[in-house]
Protein backbone atom coordinates (compact mmCIF):
# COMPACT_ATOMS: atom_id res chain seq x y z
CA UNK A 1 0.00 0.00 0.00
CA UNK A 2 1.08 3.41 -0.82
CA UNK A 3 1.18 6.53 0.66
CA UNK A 4 -1.73 8.39 -1.10
CA UNK A 5 -3.17 5.13 -0.60
CA UNK A 6 -2.87 5.13 3.04
CA UNK A 7 -3.33 9.64 2.84
CA UNK A 8 -6.48 8.64 1.03
CA UNK A 9 -7.71 5.89 3.38
CA UNK A 10 -7.66 8.31 6.38
CA UNK A 11 -8.58 10.98 4.58
CA UNK A 12 -11.48 8.83 3.92
CA UNK A 13 -11.55 7.75 7.39
CA UNK A 14 -11.16 11.48 8.79
CA UNK A 15 -13.66 12.65 6.47
CA UNK A 16 -16.38 9.96 7.90
CA UNK A 17 -15.15 10.52 11.23
CA UNK A 18 -15.77 14.25 10.85
CA UNK A 19 -19.37 13.78 9.27
CA UNK A 20 -20.11 11.22 12.25
CA UNK A 21 -18.94 13.71 14.64
CA UNK A 22 -20.53 16.64 13.44
CA UNK A 23 -23.84 14.73 13.03
CA UNK A 24 -23.28 13.94 16.47
CA UNK A 25 -22.39 17.24 17.15
CA UNK A 26 -25.53 18.10 15.36
CA UNK A 27 -27.39 16.08 17.02
CA UNK A 28 -25.81 17.10 20.64
CA UNK A 29 -26.90 20.96 19.38
CA UNK A 30 -30.60 19.72 18.75
CA UNK A 31 -31.12 17.75 21.63
CA UNK A 32 -29.66 20.86 23.88
CA UNK A 33 -31.67 22.89 22.21
CA UNK A 34 -34.63 20.76 22.47
CA UNK A 35 -33.71 20.43 25.93
CA UNK A 36 -32.69 24.52 26.12
CA UNK A 37 -36.44 25.23 23.93
CA UNK A 38 -38.09 23.29 26.90
CA UNK A 39 -36.28 24.70 29.49
CA UNK A 40 -37.31 28.00 28.18
CA UNK A 41 -40.97 27.21 27.72
CA UNK A 42 -41.18 25.73 30.68
CA UNK A 43 -39.17 28.92 32.20
CA UNK A 44 -41.66 31.08 30.31
CA UNK A 45 -44.48 29.30 31.34
CA UNK A 46 -43.44 29.31 35.15
CA UNK A 47 -42.59 33.41 34.58
CA UNK A 48 -45.90 33.98 32.91
CA UNK A 49 -47.91 32.01 36.02
CA UNK A 50 -45.53 33.56 38.49
CA UNK A 51 -46.23 36.99 36.55
CA UNK A 52 -50.21 36.07 36.66
CA UNK A 53 -50.19 35.33 40.07
CA UNK A 54 -48.07 38.69 40.83
CA UNK A 55 -50.39 40.42 38.90
CA UNK A 56 -53.42 38.75 40.41
CA UNK A 57 -51.90 39.78 43.94
CA UNK A 58 -51.44 42.91 42.99
CA UNK A 59 -54.48 43.48 41.83
CA UNK A 60 -56.14 42.32 44.27
CA UNK A 61 -53.71 44.52 46.50
CA UNK A 62 -54.84 46.81 44.10
CA UNK A 63 -58.39 46.43 44.60
CA UNK A 64 -58.31 45.99 48.19
CA UNK A 65 -56.37 49.49 48.41
CA UNK A 66 -59.17 51.10 46.48
CA UNK A 67 -62.05 49.36 48.31
CA UNK A 68 -59.88 51.01 51.70
CA UNK A 69 -59.45 53.92 49.97
CA UNK A 70 -63.18 54.14 49.56
CA UNK A 71 -63.57 53.11 52.94
CA UNK A 72 -60.85 55.48 54.90
CA UNK A 73 -62.84 58.14 52.46
CA UNK A 74 -66.11 57.11 53.82
CA UNK A 75 -64.35 57.31 57.13
CA UNK A 76 -62.63 60.60 56.86
CA UNK A 77 -66.54 62.15 55.68
CA UNK A 78 -67.47 59.85 58.78
CA UNK A 79 -64.86 61.54 61.04
CA UNK A 80 -65.27 65.12 59.28
CA UNK A 81 -69.22 65.02 60.01
CA UNK A 82 -68.41 63.57 63.39
CA UNK A 83 -65.53 66.51 63.97
CA UNK A 84 -68.36 69.08 62.63
CA UNK A 85 -70.52 67.18 65.07
CA UNK A 86 -68.12 67.58 68.00
CA UNK A 87 -66.99 70.74 67.34
CA UNK A 88 -70.67 72.00 67.58
CA UNK A 89 -70.91 70.49 70.59
CA UNK A 90 -67.77 71.70 71.87
CA UNK A 91 -68.94 75.49 71.49
CA UNK A 92 -72.07 74.23 73.07
CA UNK A 93 -70.07 72.35 75.82
CA UNK A 94 -68.30 75.55 76.03
CA UNK A 95 -71.02 77.96 76.08
CA UNK A 96 -72.72 76.32 78.86
CA UNK A 97 -68.98 75.57 80.61
CA UNK A 98 -69.21 79.83 80.50
CA UNK A 99 -72.48 79.48 81.79
CA UNK A 100 -71.74 77.00 84.24
CA UNK A 101 -68.61 79.02 85.29
CA UNK A 102 -70.05 80.71 88.08
CA UNK A 103 -71.97 78.01 89.45
CA UNK A 104 -69.06 75.60 89.45
CA UNK A 105 -67.36 78.58 91.38
CA UNK A 106 -69.75 78.58 94.14
CA UNK A 107 -70.23 75.10 94.04
CA UNK A 108 -66.56 75.19 94.97
CA UNK A 109 -66.70 77.36 97.65
CA UNK A 110 -69.47 75.60 98.80
CA UNK A 111 -67.16 72.66 98.97
CA UNK A 112 -64.47 74.06 100.58
CA UNK A 113 -67.10 75.73 102.95
CA UNK A 114 -68.02 71.85 103.17
CA UNK A 115 -64.92 70.11 103.78
CA UNK A 116 -64.16 73.24 106.63
CA UNK A 117 -67.38 72.31 107.92
CA UNK A 118 -66.51 68.53 108.08
CA UNK A 119 -63.48 69.30 109.92
CA UNK A 120 -65.14 70.72 112.20
CA UNK A 121 -67.12 68.19 112.54
CA UNK A 122 -64.57 66.05 112.72
CA UNK A 123 -63.32 68.05 115.36
CA UNK A 124 -66.33 68.51 117.40
CA UNK A 125 -66.81 65.13 117.29
CA UNK A 126 -63.96 64.81 118.86
CA UNK A 127 -64.54 67.36 121.16
CA UNK A 128 -68.42 65.69 121.98
CA UNK A 129 -66.82 62.14 122.41
CA UNK A 130 -64.31 63.78 125.18
CA UNK A 131 -67.26 65.53 126.63
CA UNK A 132 -69.32 62.81 126.83
CA UNK A 133 -66.38 61.13 128.77
CA UNK A 134 -66.42 64.23 130.96
CA UNK A 135 -69.91 63.94 131.32
CA UNK A 136 -69.83 60.40 132.57
CA UNK A 137 -66.85 61.52 135.28
CA UNK A 138 -69.57 64.74 135.82
CA UNK A 139 -72.43 62.65 136.46
CA UNK A 140 -70.69 60.14 138.81
CA UNK A 141 -69.62 62.99 140.49
CA UNK A 142 -73.05 63.90 140.52
CA UNK A 143 -74.44 61.06 141.70
CA UNK A 144 -71.81 60.91 144.62
CA UNK A 145 -72.42 64.82 145.02
CA UNK A 146 -75.96 64.25 145.00
CA UNK A 147 -75.89 60.97 147.89
CA UNK A 148 -73.82 63.12 149.89
CA UNK A 149 -75.70 65.98 149.63
CA UNK A 150 -78.65 63.70 150.48
CA UNK A 151 -76.58 62.86 153.62
CA UNK A 152 -75.63 66.52 154.47
CA UNK A 153 -79.52 67.26 153.69
CA UNK A 154 -80.33 64.76 156.42
CA UNK A 155 -77.46 66.07 158.78
CA UNK A 156 -78.78 69.75 157.87
CA UNK A 157 -82.15 68.33 158.92
CA UNK A 158 -80.99 67.03 162.21
CA UNK A 159 -78.69 70.12 162.86
CA UNK A 160 -81.87 72.37 161.89
CA UNK A 161 -83.97 70.64 164.53
CA UNK A 162 -81.05 70.89 167.14
CA UNK A 163 -80.53 74.54 166.05
CA UNK A 164 -84.50 75.02 166.41
CA UNK A 165 -84.70 73.62 170.10
CA UNK A 166 -81.26 75.82 171.36
CA UNK A 167 -83.00 78.62 169.91
CA UNK A 168 -86.31 77.82 172.21
CA UNK A 169 -83.77 77.10 175.16
CA UNK A 170 -81.94 79.77 174.37
CA UNK A 171 -84.39 82.09 174.11
CA UNK A 172 -86.35 81.16 177.34
CA UNK A 173 -82.72 80.85 179.00
CA UNK A 174 -82.36 84.66 177.44
CA UNK A 175 -85.82 86.08 178.62
CA UNK A 176 -85.36 84.56 182.34
CA UNK A 177 -82.01 85.73 182.18
CA UNK A 178 -83.12 89.42 181.11
CA UNK A 179 -85.90 88.93 183.61
CA UNK A 180 -83.38 88.55 186.91
CA UNK A 181 -81.15 91.11 185.90
CA UNK A 182 -83.62 93.59 185.01
CA UNK A 183 -84.65 92.69 188.63
CA UNK A 184 -81.40 92.48 190.44
CA UNK A 185 -80.38 96.28 188.53
CA UNK A 186 -83.74 97.37 190.02
CA UNK A 187 -82.80 95.97 193.61
CA UNK A 188 -79.28 97.26 192.94
CA UNK A 189 -80.33 100.78 192.03
CA UNK A 190 -83.33 101.04 194.91
CA UNK A 191 -80.61 99.59 197.91
CA UNK A 192 -77.95 102.70 196.03
CA UNK A 193 -80.85 105.45 196.02
CA UNK A 194 -81.81 104.48 199.56
CA UNK A 195 -77.93 104.50 200.86
CA UNK A 196 -77.13 107.59 198.91
CA UNK A 197 -80.53 109.17 200.85
CA UNK A 198 -79.40 108.17 203.78
CA UNK A 199 -75.59 109.34 203.55
CA UNK A 200 -77.49 112.85 202.96
CA UNK A 201 -79.66 112.81 205.38
CA UNK A 202 -76.81 111.65 208.22
CA UNK A 203 -74.86 113.95 207.22
CA UNK A 204 -77.70 116.71 207.33
CA UNK A 205 -78.77 115.45 211.00
CA UNK A 206 -74.69 115.12 211.96
CA UNK A 207 -74.05 119.04 211.28
CA UNK A 208 -77.35 119.82 212.93
CA UNK A 209 -75.76 118.02 216.10
CA UNK A 210 -72.76 119.72 215.57
CA UNK A 211 -74.01 122.98 215.21
CA UNK A 212 -76.36 122.57 218.25
CA UNK A 213 -73.91 121.31 220.49
CA UNK A 214 -70.61 123.25 222.38
CA UNK A 215 -68.02 120.76 221.67
CA UNK A 216 -64.32 121.84 222.14
CA UNK A 217 -62.14 121.77 218.85
CA UNK A 218 -60.89 118.14 220.33
CA UNK A 219 -63.44 116.28 220.33
CA UNK A 220 -65.18 117.73 217.80
CA UNK A 221 -62.07 116.85 215.77
CA UNK A 222 -62.21 113.19 217.13
CA UNK A 223 -65.98 113.01 216.37
CA UNK A 224 -65.24 114.24 212.39
CA UNK A 225 -62.53 111.91 212.12
CA UNK A 226 -65.27 109.11 213.25
CA UNK A 227 -67.61 110.53 210.81
CA UNK A 228 -64.89 110.56 207.70
CA UNK A 229 -64.49 106.92 208.44
CA UNK A 230 -68.18 106.22 208.77
CA UNK A 231 -68.86 107.81 205.55
CA UNK A 232 -65.57 106.38 203.52
CA UNK A 233 -67.32 102.97 204.54
CA UNK A 234 -70.85 104.06 203.31
CA UNK A 235 -68.79 105.68 199.97
CA UNK A 236 -66.96 102.14 199.42
CA UNK A 237 -70.26 99.80 199.72
CA UNK A 238 -71.64 102.51 197.47
CA UNK A 239 -68.89 101.87 195.14
CA UNK A 240 -68.89 98.26 194.81
CA UNK A 241 -72.34 98.68 194.81
CA UNK A 242 -72.32 100.75 191.58
CA UNK A 243 -69.54 98.48 190.44
CA UNK A 244 -71.74 95.06 190.94
CA UNK A 245 -73.98 97.23 188.84
CA UNK A 246 -72.01 98.00 186.43
CA UNK A 247 -71.03 94.34 185.93
CA UNK A 248 -74.23 92.59 185.92
CA UNK A 249 -75.23 95.18 183.05
CA UNK A 250 -72.09 94.31 181.75
CA UNK A 251 -72.74 91.09 181.31
CA UNK A 252 -75.90 91.28 180.54
CA UNK A 253 -75.55 93.36 177.13
CA UNK A 254 -72.54 91.19 176.71
CA UNK A 255 -75.14 88.07 176.60
CA UNK A 256 -77.45 89.91 174.62
CA UNK A 257 -74.72 90.34 171.76
CA UNK A 258 -73.50 86.85 172.18
CA UNK A 259 -77.39 86.05 171.52
CA UNK A 260 -77.34 87.86 168.42
CA UNK A 261 -74.07 86.71 167.32
CA UNK A 262 -75.03 82.63 167.57
CA UNK A 263 -78.57 84.05 166.14
CA UNK A 264 -76.73 85.19 162.86
CA UNK A 265 -74.14 82.35 162.79
CA UNK A 266 -77.41 79.95 162.40
CA UNK A 267 -78.84 82.34 159.96
CA UNK A 268 -81.62 83.61 161.84
CA UNK A 269 -82.50 87.29 161.31
CA UNK A 270 -83.31 89.64 164.23
CA UNK A 271 -86.22 90.35 163.19
CA UNK A 272 -87.49 87.13 163.37
CA UNK A 273 -86.90 86.61 167.19
CA UNK A 274 -90.95 88.06 167.91
CA UNK A 275 -89.00 90.54 170.80
CA UNK A 276 -86.26 92.98 170.59
CA UNK A 277 -83.79 92.61 173.55
CA UNK A 278 -83.22 95.61 176.19
CA UNK A 279 -79.29 96.98 176.80
CA UNK A 280 -79.11 98.19 180.10
CA UNK A 281 -76.79 101.12 181.15
CA UNK A 282 -75.68 102.72 184.36
CA UNK A 283 -76.98 106.04 184.89
CA UNK A 284 -73.82 108.58 184.33
CA UNK A 285 -71.36 105.76 183.17
CA UNK A 286 -70.31 104.35 180.25
CA UNK A 287 -69.73 101.01 180.45
CA UNK A 288 -66.91 99.53 178.01
CA UNK A 289 -66.11 96.61 175.47
CA UNK A 290 -64.12 93.96 177.36
CA UNK A 291 -65.32 91.03 179.48
CA UNK A 292 -67.94 91.40 182.32
CA UNK A 293 -65.32 90.83 184.95
CA UNK A 294 -62.85 93.58 183.49
CA UNK A 295 -65.49 96.55 184.41
CA UNK A 296 -63.64 99.82 185.71
CA UNK A 297 -64.08 100.74 189.18
CA UNK A 298 -66.00 103.92 189.14
CA UNK A 299 -64.55 106.95 190.75
Not at 5 to 31: G, P, S
Not at 161 to 185: C, H, P, S, W
Not at 203 to 218: I, K, R
Not at 255 to 283: H, M, Q, S, W
Request: proline fraction near 2%.
Amino acid sequence: MTLREIEAKYDKKMKMLRDELDLQRKTEIHEVEERKNGQINMLMQRHEEAFTDIKNYYNDITLNNLALINSLKEQMEDMRKKEDHLEKEMMEVSMQNKRLADPLQKARDDMNEMQKKLRNYEWDKQILICTKARLKVAEKELKALQWEHEVLEQRFLKVQQERDELYRKFTAAILEVQQKVGFKNLVLERKLQALSAAVEKKEVQFNEVLAASNLDPTALTLVSRKLEDVLESKNTTIKDLQYELARVCKAHNDLLRTYEAKLLAFGIPLDNVGFKPLETAVIGQTLGQGPAGLVGTPT
